[in-house]
C-alpha cells in the first residue's frame, strides 16, 4: 500500500492531466486525447517520514472522446460532465509499504525505521471522484479509495478544493500560463488508521514502538500551488509545490517522525 504521500501526489498530478485532456479535445477532431511525460517527484519514503526523497514519474494518460480513460495517474475508467458537475470512476491501484529501504522505481514506498513493522500489501482499489464548478476557475471535489481486495488497508475520504488565480493567453488567445491553488484534507476510516498509522501487540514485541490503536477520522490536511506552461499545442511542462500536514491520531503515532513535510513534482508532457 502506497504511502498517503504518494495519493496525495498522484492527485496533484491529475489535476493538470484532466484539463489538459479536456482543454485538447476541443481542438482535436477525434475527440482522444493522448498525453506521455516524465518528470520528478519529492515525497516523504513513507507518510511520517522525517526525510524528503526524489524518484523519477512517467506520465501515461489517454482519455476518449466517449468518456472512458486509461492512466498512471488516474486508473482505469469512465468520466464524464453534466454542467457544472464532473464524474468519474476507475479501478486504481495502491502500492505496498515495506518496512526497509527501497530503491528505483518503487523508492519512495519504504523505510528501514519501520524495520520489525512487516509488509503493508498492495490492493486495487475502486476510485469514484465527483466534482462541482459554482463559477469557472473554481472547482470542488470528493474523492473516494475503497480498496477491492486487503479490505483491511481500508477506505479513505478525500475532500477538495482548487481555484485558478493567474492566467495568460498567447496573441492568439490560447492559454500558455495557468497558476492554481489547492487545499485537501482526507478522512480515513478506523481500518486506514490502524494500517498506516497504528502499532499492533505483535508489531510492538518486534519493533521499539509502542502499542497504539488510532480511531477513524480527518488524519492529513495539504495545500498547494501548481504552474502549467504551454510551449505550443503539443509540449507543456507542469509545476507542483506543497506540503501536507498529519492531523488527529495520525499525527500521535510513534511511527510519525514528522507531522509537516513538503512535497512536489515537475514533468514535461507532449499530448497528441
Known sequence: MQSSTLLAMAGLLCLPLSALAADDSAGNTSGNVLTVGAGVAAGSPYAGDDRTKAMPIVVLDYNMANGFFASTMRGLGYGGQAGPLSYSAALGYRGERADHQRSG???????????GMGKVESNASALLNLGYSPVPGVQ??????????HRENGATVQLGASGQVYSRNDSRGVPQDSVSLGVQTSWGEKKYLQTMYGVTQAQAARTAFRQYTPKGGFYEAQASVSWEHRIDAHWGVNTVLGVERRLGDAAKSPIVQRRNAPIGAIYATYRY
Open 105 to 115: 522505481l518503487r523508492g519512495l514506498a519504504g523505510s528501514d525505521y519501520l524495520k
Open 140 to 149: 470542488l471535489s470528493v474523492a473516494s479509495d475503497i480498496p477491492l481486495n
